[in-house]
C-alpha cells in the first residue's frame, strides 16, 4: 500500500509570496492531518479532516492559511501570502480510525522556507 | 495550551550504550506514543502506550505509561549506530478521544558515535 506521499518535499519562496502544499493520504484514510514543525520546536497541529469536512482548525496560525480537501481524497495547504515565520517542516498524516491510539502514518514532509 | 516537556534535547553517546529520555505534562494524557523521526522522512511509530503504569517494549526499546498519566519514558538498549534520529513523545489529551489531534514534545535529537 502506497504511503502518505507530500509535494514538494522542498519549497523556498519569497516573503509575499503564495505557495501550496500538496497531500495525497493513504486511500481510504477518512482522517487527514496537517501538522508544522518549526526548526527545534514540537511538531504542532494545525487542522483535522474528515473526508472533506475541517473537524478541527484550531492549530492553524491565521488566515493566511488556507487548508482544502475536496472530494474527500487529496488535501492541500496555501500560504498567501508567506511570512518568514512560516518556515519549517509540514507534515500532513492520515488514519483510518479516528482515535490517535494506533498511531497516524506520517508523510515525509515539506520544508518550507520562506525568505 | 497543552504542552509537553521532552528531554534531554540532544544526545551523543557511544555506540552500545543504553539511552533514556522522557516526557512530562502538566495535564492528564490518554494516550502516549513514541516517533522517531528519520533525516528527511516523516515520523514513524515506534511504542503506543493505552493505560497508566504500562510497560511495553519492541526490541531493544521500552517505554512506560507514567501512572499519573502526565509522563512517560523511553529506554533504548545497547544503541547501534541506525539509532540515529530525532525521537518524539506524543501524547493525546484527556477528554480529546473524540479527536485525533495528537501533542508533541520538541524532540530529542540522538547521535550515536560508532
Known amino acids: 500500500e502506497a504511503g502518505v506521499t507530500q509535494f514538494p518535499s522542498h519549497s523556498v519562496i519569497e516573503k509575499g509570496q503564495t505557495v501550496t502544499l500538496r497531500c495525497d493520504p493513504i486511500?481510504?484514510?477518512?482522517?487527514l492531518y496537517w501538522y508544522r514543525r518549526v526548526m527545534g520546536k514540537e511538531i504542532k497541529f494545525l487542522l483535522h479532516f474528515v473526508k472533506e469536512s475541517k473537524q478541527d482548525e484550531s492549530g492553524m496560525p491565521n488566515n493566511r492559511f488556507l487548508a482544502e480537501r475536496t472530494g474527500g481524497t487529496y488535501s492541500t495547504l496555501k500560504v498567501q501570502p508567506a511570512e518568514l515565520e512560516d518556515s519549517g517542516v509540514y507534515f500532513c498524516?492520515?488514519?483510518?480510525?479516528?482515535?490517535?491510539?494506533?498511531?497516524?502514518?506520517f508523510g515525509s514532509g515539506t520544508r518550507l522556507t520562506v525568505v | 495550551g497543552q504542552q509537553l516537556n521532552q528531554s534531554p534535547q540532544s544526545m551523543f553517546i557511544q555506540e552500545g550504550e543504553d539511552v533514556s529520555m522522557n516526557c512530562t505534562s502538566s495535564?492528564?494524557?490518554?494516550?502516549w506514543l513514541w516517533y522517531k523521526q528519520d533525516p528527511g522522512e516523516g515520523p514513524v511509530l515506534l511504542i503506543a502506550l493505552y493505560k497508566a503504569g504500562e510497560l511495553t517494549s519492541n526490541g531493544r526499546l521500552t517505554a512506560q505509561f507514567g501512572i499519573t498519566r502526565k509522563d512517560s519514558f523511553l529506554n533504548i538498549s545497547a544503541s547501534i549506530p541506525s539509532d540515529v534520529g530525532i525521537y518524539f513523545c506524543a501524547g493525546q489529551a484527556y477528554g480529546s478521544s473524540n479527536t485525533g489531534k495528537l501533542i508533541f514534545g520538541q524532540g530529542t535529537t540522538l547521535q550515536v558515535k560508532p
Open positions: 498524516a492520515s488514519s483510518q480510525d479516528l482515535r490517535a491510539n494506533y498511531g497516524y502514518t
Open positions: 486511500s481510504g484514510h477518512d482522517n
Open positions: 495535564s492528564i494524557f490518554n494516550t
